[in-house]
């Protein structure tokens, strides 16, 4: 399966899914015009890759998101909750949430995928402020 790349813009994240590696990486702000058109094909590629994966390797899972709206965090649950689909069958998720030191939005918005999703390995990763 090919990897996924989307450059960042200035209202959507980088998304970074290297799936021969079992890595992916979101990184930026997320307030695209269209959250759905956005991450749909994401979500989308995301499900073929796990659906399709034989390997029991432990996948990783690096987020570090500045900033989502509303329309966004509907889509990431819905990420995530694939992710945790995945997890539930076996393969060990790492799920690497990286966070602003003074960020408590984003903080308390990582502690409820920890409880919205058990299954993934949760790690917290709290960022120095610049």
């Known amino acids: 399966m090919d990897n996924l790349f989307i450059a960042a813009s200035p209202s959507s994240p980088e998304v970074d899914f290297r799936f021969d590696e079992r890595r992916l990486s979101l990184k930026g702000e997320s ?23 034989g390997d029991t390797a432990p996948v990783a899972v690096n987020v570090a998101l500045a900033y989502f709206n509303s329309s966004s965090t509907k889509m990431l649950f819905s990420l995530f909750g694939a992710l945790n689909d995945k997890a539930k069958s076996g393969t060990e998720v790492v799920l690497n949430w990286y966070h ?29 402020s610049l």
């Open 31 to 53: 307030y695209p015009e269209n959250a759905a058109q956005f991450w749909g094909d994401i979500i989308v590629a995301l499900r073929r890759f796990l659906a399709e994966d």
């Open 100 to 128: 602003d030191e003074d960020d408590d939005t984003i903080f308390e918005f990582g502690q409820e995928l920890r409880e919205d999703f058990p299954d993934l390995v949760f790690n917290d990763h709290a960022v120095k």
